[in-house]
């Protein structure tokens, strides 16, 4: 076992009960000494005053504060001061991080990972997520109630940061069960699973958790904030069905795992940019998260998609390797031996992950397809000729809404 210290990674939304599962394993854990970094978005750290007051403990002495900002950006710099300066000057066996409601857990948790000062004295044991159980259902309520959805503090879908929050967690608590229906919780289960297969979900009412479900369970891996998330298993075809080119049927891998069904969809043909945009804006609402590289015709450009919920946003990646002048692509291509190329098309493919736990997928699958381009419609666009109808797809860095709560 390591002698670095061990890190515990909180996150979740605003009000979803971090604060309060904080106070309760200040108060309930005797058999260790707990350090406590926490981040708010206001001008006054207000969380750091609620943990001091409800554990009894003075923020000057058991809890350190960041000042106005998000510690897994801007405030980088900060908090490896911070954890560095604990360490040096407090003894302690556990150390806690809350990131503020509006940030992802997985920056924090790299700070730990990478080859720095802070690596060298620590080591991440688990990513915890909280979920207001009924705020997490809402935000992936179907298209005819957006009143239940909502926006984080920077006014992006809630159900984008949600995913993002989940996807790399080893444990998730339901949080505020209390406030759902059996069939309510069994269905939020269902999406955690879909969206991190890997994780532990835990049912509680006002954060009340057993310490030990949550602390010294070594149960971070480092691939859990690079390439376990479900979608990224899928897309590596770690334990999903998949889709391949000329196999729209192909043998189906689910995840044993409630009623989550996800594929892979890959093809070496491009889409009609209206016809894709379509189909993206019309998934079914079974469909919790779906994310990958789309070749467009008539852009150069890889359009990375990303949907959770009802929000679906594409973003133009770098050129595909193949558009690219011959000198600088076969650079690139020396430089990635590990590339798949076709001889016709390079790079250019498109692999598309659906997750979900309620829609038929052959229909999808059949759906995808007609967007397509035809033969007739291949010839023209590598002519330069336009295909007509709507093209939303950005290019050169640019991001595309092509649907919102």
């Given at each position: 076992m390591?002698?670095?210290?061990?890190v515990?990674v909180l996150?979740g939304?605003?009000g979803?009960?971090?604060t309060?599962?904080?106070?309760?394993l200040l108060?309930?854990?005797?058999d260790?000494?707990?350090?406590v970094?926490?981040n708010?978005?206001?001008d006054v750290n207000?969380?750091a005053?609620l943990?001091?007051?409800?554990?009894e403990l003075d923020?000057?002495d058991?809890?350190?504060?960041?000042?106005n900002?998000c510690?897994?950006?801007?405030?980088?710099?900060?908090?490896e001061?911070?954890?560095?300066r604990?360490?040096?000057?407090?003894?302690?066996?556990?150390?806690?991080?809350?990131?503020?409601?509006?940030?992802e857990p997985a920056p924090v948790?790299?700070l730990f990972?990478?080859?720095s000062?802070?690596?060298d004295?620590?080591?991440?044991?688990?990513?915890?997520?909280v979920l207001?159980?009924?705020?997490?259902?809402?935000?992936?309520?179907?298209?005819?109630?957006?009143?239940?959805?909502g926006?984080d503090a920077?006014g992006r879908?809630l159900s984008d940061?949600?995913v993002?929050?989940?996807?790399v967690s080893?444990?998730?608590l339901?949080?505020?069960a209390d406030?759902?229906?059996?069939?309510?919780l069994d269905?939020?289960?269902?999406l955690?699973?879909?969206?991190?297969?890997d994780?532990?979900?835990?049912?509680?009412e006002?954060s009340a958790v057993?310490?030990?479900?949550?602390l010294?369970?070594?149960r971070?891996?480092?691939?859990?904030i690079?390439d376990?998330?479900?979608?990224?298993?899928?897309?590596?075809?770690?334990g999903?069905?998949?889709?391949?080119?000329?196999?729209?049927?192909?043998h189906?891998?689910?995840d044993?795992v409630y009623d989550?069904?996800?594929f892979?969809?890959?093809r070496r043909?491009?889409f009609?940019p209206g016809r894709i945009?379509?189909v993206?804006r019309?998934?079914?609402a079974g469909v919790v998260?779906?994310k990958g590289?789309l070749?467009?015709?008539?852009?150069?450009h890889?359009?990375?998609?990303?949907?959770?919920?009802q929000s679906?946003r594409?973003?133009?990646?770098?050129?595909?390797?193949?558009?690219?002048?011959?000198?600088e692509?076969d650079?690139?291509?020396?430089?990635?031996?590990?590339?798949?190329?076709?001889d016709?098309?390079g790079?250019?493919?498109t692999?598309y992950?659906?997750?979900?736990?309620?829609?038929?997928r052959?229909?999808?699958v059949?759906?995808?397809?007609?967007?397509l381009v035809?033969d007739?419609e291949?010839?023209?666009a590598?002519?330069?000729?336009e295909l007509g109808?709507s093209?939303?797809?950005p290019t050169?860095?640019d991001?595309a809404v092509?649907?919102?709560?």
């Open positions: 390591s002698d670095r210290t061990p515990t996150s939304s605003l979803a009960g971090k309060t599962l904080l106070n309760r108060t309930d854990v005797t260790r000494e707990i350090a970094l926490v708010d978005m206001g207000v969380d005053e943990i001091a007051e409800g554990s923020v000057d058991g809890v350190t504060e960041l000042s900002g510690i897994c950006c801007e405030l980088q710099d900060d908090l001061t911070a954890v560095v604990l360490a040096s000057e407090r003894s302690f066996d556990t150390l806690l991080v809350e990131s503020s409601g509006i940030s948790a790299r990972t990478t080859e000062r802070v690596a004295r620590y080591r991440v044991d688990a990513l915890v997520t207001d159980t009924r705020q997490f259902l809402d935000a992936f309520a179907h298209a005819d109630t957006p009143e239940r959805r926006t920077e879908p940061l949600l993002e929050q989940v996807e080893n444990v998730v339901l949080n505020k406030l759902c229906t059996d069939a309510e269905r939020a289960e269902e955690v699973a879909a969206l991190q297969p994780a532990t979900t835990i049912r509680t006002f057993a310490s030990e479900r949550l010294g369970i070594d971070f891996d480092e691939r859990a690079a376990l998330p479900g979608w990224k298993r899928a897309l590596d075809g770690h999903h069905e998949n889709a391949a080119d000329g196999d729209a049927h192909a189906r891998h689910p044993e989550v069904s996800s892979t969809y890959r043909r491009p009609h945009a379509a993206l019309d998934l079914p998260r779906s590289t070749w467009v015709a008539g852009n150069d890889r359009q990375q998609v990303g949907q959770a919920g679906v594409v973003t133009a990646l770098g050129p595909w390797i193949a558009s690219r002048p011959a000198v692509r650079m690139l291509r020396s430089n990635r031996p590990d590339l798949e190329w076709h016709e098309h790079d250019r493919e692999a992950v659906v997750i979900g736990t309620e829609f038929t052959d229909a999808l059949d759906r995808l397809d007609g967007a035809t007739e291949w010839t023209r590598t002519e330069g000729d109808g093209d939303p797809f050169a860095g991001e092509l649907r919102e709560p």
